[in-house]
Structure formats: structure tokens, C-alpha cells
């Protein structure tokens, strides 16, 4: 099993530009979510998935939109890009427990 | 928002010692997470808490759920160069959906 795999890995966007970041877990979980993590900050929450068809904001979701249609994808987009989005993405999976599994992040730079 | 302290924000310490960490709240847990998370890579589940009171170990790892339900702390035994990283704590509260709380992170450095 690959578990949850990210792509891509790192990418420099100018401002303004749009992108999607893509996530997809070959575990089956029902349960998916997008974190952003800035130094020092710890992960903030941007958008949930409880299963195929149904999202929710988390903590910070101004400025991202995500999309739900399968089981296994959970693509992150960004509209606008502005220097504020500088900060490394994760995505995260789960099953019935509360434990999350991560995948290994994208980090974004906005110039 | 909900909000987990965690502290130290940083350990800077000699190999072979012992390192302590915790996380408080002012709200109430269902469960704590303790992950790790080294350099360039997505956190790593180290322990998982779900009652009250219990204390759990992972190797040279022990952690506990604190009785009042508002705090956890994270032990490291006997520490070697590999467990640099950032630990995160995580909770999460009653009703969200399973929703988890991080704290900021403690960054551990260690001298061999």
C-alpha cells in the first residue's frame, strides 16, 4: 500500500496563478483532510471530507476549494495565489479511528 | 479557535538523556495523538490515547492521558540522534467529527 501520496512535492507559483494540489489514499478511509503548516504554528485545519461527495470548511479555508468525487481523491485548488499561501500542505486520511495518516506534504512557494 | 499549549517549544539536549514534553488545554479531550515528524516528511503516529488516566508506551516512548482530560504528556527515555524532529500533539474534542486539535510542535535537537 502507498498510503496517502501527495503531488507535487514542490512548486513556485506567482501571484494570482492557480494550482491544485493533488491527494490520493489507496486505504479506503471514508475521512480526508487538507492541513497547512507554517513555522511554529503547528497544522491548521483548511477543508475536511467525511466521504465521496460531501466537504466542509476546517479553521482557515479562505482562498482554497476542494472537490470530493471519489473515494480516494481529494485535490486542494487554489484560485488566486497570494504570497499568504506560502506554507507546506498535507494531506491526511483516515478510517472509523481518530488516528490520521499523513502524507509527505507539498510545499508551495507564492512569489 | 479550540487551542492546545504545548511546551517546551523547543529541547535542545544531550544524547542518552531523558526528555519530557506536554500539552494542556482549557477544553476537554476524548482523545490524545502524539505524533513525530522529521524533516521534509508528513507526521508519524507515535501513540494514541483514548481513556482517561492511561498510560501507554512505545518503546522508549510513554505517554498519558491526563485524568482531567485537559492535558497529555510525552516522555522520551534514554533519547538518540534519530529522535530529532518536531513532536506534535493532537486532541480531539467530543462531537467534531473526529476532528483533531495540533499543538505547535516541539522541536527536539539532540547532541550525540
Known amino acids: 500500500n502507498a498510503g496517502v501520496t501527495q503531488t507535487p512535492k514542490f512548486r513556485i507559483l506567482k501571484i494570482g496563478q492557480s494550482m491544485t494540489l493533488q491527494c490520493t489514499q489507496d486505504m479506503n478511509h471514508n475521512y480526508m483532510y487538507w492541513y497547512r503548516q507554517d513555522p511554529g504554528m503547528g497544522l491548521k485545519l483548511i477543508y475536511y471530507?467525511?466521504?465521496?461527495?460531501?466537504?466542509d470548511k476546517g479553521e482557515v479555508p479562505n482562498g482554497y476549494n476542494v472537490s470530493r468525487s471519489t473515494t480516494e481523491d481529494f485535490p486542494l485548488r487554489l484560485e488566486l495565489a497570494a504570497p499568504s499561501q506560502t506554507s507546506v500542505y498535507f494531506c491526511a486520511s483516515r478510517s472509523g479511528t481518530n488516528v490520521l495518516t499523513f502524507g509527505a506534504g507539498s510545499r508551495l512557494t507564492v512569489l | 479557535g479550540q487551542q492546545l499549549n504545548q511546551s517546551p517549544q523547543s529541547m535542545f539536549i544531550q544524547e542518552g538523556e531523558d526528555v519530557s514534553m506536554n500539552c494542556t488545554s482549557s477544553?476537554?479531550?476524548?482523545?490524545w495523538l502524539w505524533y513525530k515528524q522529521d524533516p521534509g516528511e508528513g507526521p508519524v503516529l507515535l501513540i494514541a490515547?483514548?481513556?482517561?488516566?492511561e498510560l501507554t508506551s512505545n518503546g522508549r516512548l510513554t505517554a498519558q492521558f491526563g485524568i482531567t482530560r485537559k492535558d497529555s504528556f510525552l516522555n522520551i527515555s534514554a533519547s538518540i540522534p534519530s529522535d530529532v524532529g518536531i513532536y506534535f500533539c493532537?486532541?480531539?474534542?467530543?462531537?467534531?467529527?473526529?476532528?483533531?486539535?495540533f499543538g505547535k510542535g516541539t522541536k527536539l535537537s539532540v547532541k550525540p
Open positions: 490515547l483514548y481513556k482517561a488516566g
Open positions: 471530507s467525511v466521504g465521496a461527495g460531501i466537504t
Open positions: 477544553s476537554i479531550f476524548n482523545t
Open positions: 493532537a486532541g480531539q474534542l467530543g462531537g467534531s467529527q473526529g476532528n483533531l486539535i
